[in-house]
């Protein structure tokens, strides 16, 4: 690693400072946020130059099941709700991803990555939930109104 990669480190870090975000530094280069205002543990940033990477688990899918109705949402959902991120898989685990340049960054779009994430955890985790919970539309209705 040389030293304006380590620079741009100490550059992300200061932004999570700046943030208010409690974190906790894994390795050079590594980061896991948690932003408790939004209720999002474990928000996995990694700084692989020139790419920054924004990651958080969602749920877990259980193994020996399709879930088609599932992936038909999450596809309609990178169309509209994460246009610069992505919802997808990771092993097991339906996740929210997001990338950036980062040699040019700005606490602003570092901020803007972390806010997209939280309101797509926010106003989705509870629908893709209760798909791979194999509730129905009519019961994840019921379950709003509650």
């Known amino acids: 690693?040389?030293?304006?990669?380590?620079?741009l480190n100490?550059?992300?870090?200061s932004f999570i400072i700046e943030m208010?975000?409690?974190f906790?530094?894994?390795q050079e280069g590594l980061w896991l946020v948690h932003d408790e205002a939004d209720f999002i543990d474990n928000i996995v940033v990694y700084?692989?130059?020139p790419v920054l990477t924004f990651r958080v688990k969602l749920v877990?899918?259980?193994?020996?099941?399709g879930f088609p109705e599932l992936f038909r949402r999450l596809l309609q959902l990178n169309s509209s709700s994460m246009i610069a991120g992505a919802f997808g898989l990771e092993d097991n685990s339906v996740v929210v991803v997001d990338t950036i340049q980062s040699e040019n960054?700005?606490?602003n779009e570092f901020q803007a990555s972390i806010d997209a994430m939280a309101l797509a955890v926010r106003e989705h985790y509870e629908e893709l939930k209760a798909i791979v919970d194999g509730e129905t539309g009519e019961q994840q209705a019921?379950?709003?109104e509650a």
């Open 60 to 65: 877990d899918l259980p193994e020996g099941k």
């Open 1 to 7: 690693m040389n030293a304006s990669e380590v620079e």
């Open 24 to 26: 906790e530094q894994v």
């Open 20 to 22: 208010g975000l409690p």
């Open 142 to 144: 019921a379950a709003a």
């Open 47 to 49: 700084h692989n130059y």
């Open 10 to 13: 100490d550059r992300i870090e």
């Open 105 to 107: 960054l700005d606490a």
